[in-house]
């Protein structure tokens, strides 16, 4: 069973990327952020004619989260419960797996801006709330997989500049305090289970031909509970559509879950 995030940054744009992408990797749940799209406008008739169903909670011109799968989602989540917020950032489903029931959440955490803006307190006051939220899934549901673009790049290593980003949002100590306190709560960052070769980023800036340069971050995520972390077998960055002409600047990740 494979579960992958990508952040197409622009479904409306990015549309024929994530089909041509679906059909070479039929993955059975794909979360997608930066819809950029109102709920009506969802490609759903797009999706179904090579397989898909799907939930979604759109937003014109930001943000925006989808769930692309092969079975129906149930007991869908629409935003953190505990945080009223008009952006649309959470989606969450339950899906059948060999296992028994399994909760996927599609996230776009806040950016931030910079360490002296509003939307940085409101970053973290989002974090805050996330974690408190999943605490309750987790009971629920020990089976639990949150990905998505967490705008937050855990380590140093996760950085292709460190020195160059110190003091920046994404890196700030109370950015990767809050990734931290969502491992704290028992979950597992699937790419750090292994051990990996090649470059770690998933993001690259549109300007100064920072993807020919490697000059990127890792700051999109797969997050597993202790029940799914045995079952991780593989996760992996797909750098492909990165190269695609018009991509959208984060490439997918892909964690495979293996039940035998």
């Known amino acids: 069973m494979k579960l992958a995030t990508w952040n197409v940054n622009s479904l409306n744009v990015r549309l024929p990327q994530v089909l041509d992408w679906l059909q070479a990797n039929p993955v059975d749940v794909l979360c997608l952020q930066e819809l950029k799209i109102p709920d009506e406008r969802f490609p759903l008739q797009a999706l179904q004619e090579i397989g898909y169903q799907a939930h979604w909670a759109g937003q014109k011109t930001y943000n925006g989260v989808a769930l692309i799968s092969r079975q129906p989602g149930a007991d869908v989540q629409r935003n953190l419960p505990n945080y009223e917020d008009p952006q649309q950032r959470l989606l969450a489903a339950t899906y059948e797996s060999p296992d028994g029931p399994l909760r996927v959440i599609s996230a776009y955490c806040p950016n931030g801006q910079s360490l002296e803006s509003d939307k940085y307190v409101y970053k973290l006051q989002w974090f805050s709330a996330l974690r408190e939220w999943l605490q309750k899934e987790l009971a629920e549901y020990p089976r639990l997989a949150i990905l998505g673009d967490y705008n937050i790049a855990p380590a140093d290593e996760d950085v292709h500049d460190p020195a160059k980003w110190a003091g920046d949002v994404l890196v700030s100590p109370a950015e990767r305090e809050a990734f931290r306190q969502l491992l704290d709560l028992g979950l597992h960052d699937a790419y750090r289970l292994f051990e990996q070769t090649g470059s770690p980023f998933t993001w690259w ?15 999109d995520h797969v997050l597993l509970s202790e029940a799914l972390r045995p079952r991780c077998s593989a996760c992996m960055i797909d750098r492909e559509p990165r190269a695609n002409e018009q991509p959208s600047d984060h490439a997918p990740v892909v964690a495979t879950l293996s039940f035998t």
């Open 205 to 219: 800036d549109y300007r100064r031909f920072a993807f020919r340069r490697d000059a990127g971050l890792r700051i």
